[in-house]
C-alpha cells in the first residue's frame, strides 16, 4: 500500500505543471465569496484533532456495540485509534519522500510535502474503518454495506471539494489522499479478517454448575400430530 500511495505521488508531482497549476490559478481566479467562507468551516471535519475525536468517540461507540452483542468489544478501541495513528504516520513519510513543491499554495509553514492530502486521507480512513467493523461484525447486508461505503466516499469528495475550493492543496493532492484513503482502508480491512476470519457472537449460555443437563429447547415449525 505504502508502495501504491508512492507510486500516485510521483506521477502527481509529475503533473504539477500540466495540471495542477493550471486548476490552482482557475480556483484564484474566482476568488473568495460567502460560500468560501462557509467552507472554511466545513473542512475542518479533515483536520488533526477533529479526526482524532471522531476516532475516539467511533472506538467507544462501537466497543459498547460490540460488548452488549458479546464479540470482540476492544476490537475498535484497538483498530480505531491505530488507524488513525498509522495513517498519519505514513502520510508524513510518503509526504516526505515525494517531496513536492508547495510555495504557490496557502498551507506553507510546515516541514513536509503536501501528497497525499491528510484531511482527505483522515476523513475517509477513519470513518471506513468504523464502517467496516460495523459490518463486518454486523453482518450487515449488501445494501446496507454499500450505504455505509457510500457515505464514506460522500464525506471524503466533500473534503476534497472543500479543500480544493479552498486551494489548500494541490489538485492532485486530493487526488491522491481520495485514492491512498481507500488504499489504506483496504489494508486495515485485510488486517481485521486475518486476525479474525471468522467473527462470532457470544456463545449460548453453558449448562447450570448444578450438573443439571439443560432444559431442551423446543423445534421451530410446525407441530406435531398426535
Do not use: C
Not at 95 to 102: L, S
Not at 136 to 162: H, K, M
Amino acid at each position: 500500500m505504502t508502495l501504491l500511495s508512492l507510486v500516485v505521488g510521483f506521477v502527481a508531482k509529475s503533473l504539477t505543471t500540466l495540471v495542477d497549476e493550471r486548476v490552482f490559478e482557475a480556483v484564484d481566479r474566482a476568488g473568495t465569496n460567502d460560500w468560501t467562507d462557509v467552507l472554511s468551516t466545513l473542512t475542518k471535519m479533515g483536520n488533526v484533532w477533529q479526526t482524532q475525536r471522531l476516532a475516539a468517540v467511533l472506538a467507544v461507540g462501537l466497543a459498547v456495540w460490540l460488548w452488549r452483542r458479546g464479540q470482540r468489544w476492544w476490537m475498535p478501541l484497538v483498530v480505531l485509534p491505530l488507524t488513525w495513528i498509522v495513517s498519519r504516520v505514513m502520510q508524513f513519510g510518503v509526504a516526505w519522500i515525494v517531496d513536492r513543491d508547495r510555495d504557490a499554495i496557502s498551507l506553507l509553514g510546515t516541514n513536509v510535502g503536501a501528497f497525499p492530502s491528510g484531511g482527505v486521507m483522515r476523513i475517509v480512513t477513519v470513518t471506513g474503518a468504523a464502517v467496516f467493523l460495523a459490518s463486518y461484525y454486523g453482518r450487515w447486508p449488501r445494501g446496507r454495506q454499500i450505504l455505509g461505503y457510500s457515505v464514506v466516499f460522500v464525506l471524503g469528495v466533500a473534503e476534497a471539494y472543500f479543500r480544493g475550493r479552498l486551494n489548500q492543496h494541490w489538485f492532485t493532492d486530493i487526488i491522491g489522499g481520495i485514492i491512498v484513503g481507500w488504499a489504506f482502508l483496504g489494508a486495515v480491512a485485510a488486517t481485521v479478517r486475518a486476525f479474525d476470519p471468522s467473527p462470532r457472537a457470544a456463545a449460548p449460555a453453558a449448562a447450570p454448575s448444578d450438573g443439571t443437563a439443560p432444559r431442551p429447547t423446543a423445534p421451530v415449525g410446525p407441530r406435531a400430530t398426535d
